[in-house]
């Protein structure tokens, strides 16, 4: 059941309030996950672990996509190089 949580929370997915609402689909997804290989899992359930993510976020990443600070983005350069004139063979 720890991995199961602990899978879920990889996912971005709130493990707790998915267990709330979602009871039964909580219980086959469980059940499923302790026979099968997490890889495999994924590959079953893929369309639907991202409705279930959007539906049940983790709080922390849905604070900080709000704030718009999900990633840090990469420096902007003050000034622009130019392009090197080609070298002609003549």
């Known amino acids: 059941m720890q991995e199961f949580e602990e899978y879920l929370s990889s996912k971005k997915i709130d493990a707790k309030a998915f267990k709330e609402k979602e009871a039964e689909m909580w219980k086959d ?3 499923l996950f302790t026979e ?6 994924s590959q079953q359930k893929l369309y639907l672990i991202n409705t279930i993510r959007r539906r049940f976020p983790i709080k922390e990443s849905a604070e900080l996509e709000k704030k718009g600070t999900t990633s840090q983005a990469k420096p902007k350069p003050k000034f622009k190089i ?7 063979n003549e």
């Open 82 to 88: 130019p392009n090197r004139p080609k070298k002609s």
């Open 36 to 41: 099968v290989h997490p890889n495999s899992f």
């Open 29 to 31: 997804w469980c059940a």
